[in-house]
C-alpha cells in the first residue's frame, strides 16, 4: 500500500509517496525540519489522514531520537559514542 505525505512549501501545496509508513513518517519529519508545513500523512483522501495534531507530537518523538534535530534545537554538536 502506498503512502503519501501532503505539506506546503512557499505558498505551493506538494504530495510526495512512499512504500511504508515509516518511510513517510520519515519524510514528514525532515520535511518539518527544512520549514514545511506538513498537513498530512496517509494511504486515502486527506481526512482519512493523520491528523496535525498527531503529526506534530509524531515529531516530537522524532525529533528527540534524531541527532540531527537535537544539534539543530540545541545550536551545539552531541558527543557521540564510539
Not at 12 to 40: K, M, N, W
Not at 73 to 78: F, Y
Request: aromatic share 8%; net charge negative; charged share 20%.
Amino acid at each position: 500500500m502506498t503512502w503519501h505525505v501532503q505539506y506546503r512549501k512557499d505558498a505551493v501545496h506538494h504530495v510526495t509517496r512512499h512504500p511504508s509508513p515509516e518511510l513517510a513518517i520519515e519524510s514528514a519529519c525532515r520535511l518539518i525540519e527544512d520549514g514545511c508545513d506538513v498537513y498530512g500523512i496517509g494511504t486515502g483522501l486527506l481526512s482519512d489522514s493523520i491528523a496535525r495534531e498527531q503529526i506534530a507530537r509524531i515529531y516530537e518523538f522524532w525529533a528527540k531520537g534524531n541527532s540531527r534535530s537535537a544539534e539543530f534545537q540545541t545550536g551545539s554538536v552531541l558527543p557521540i559514542a564510539v
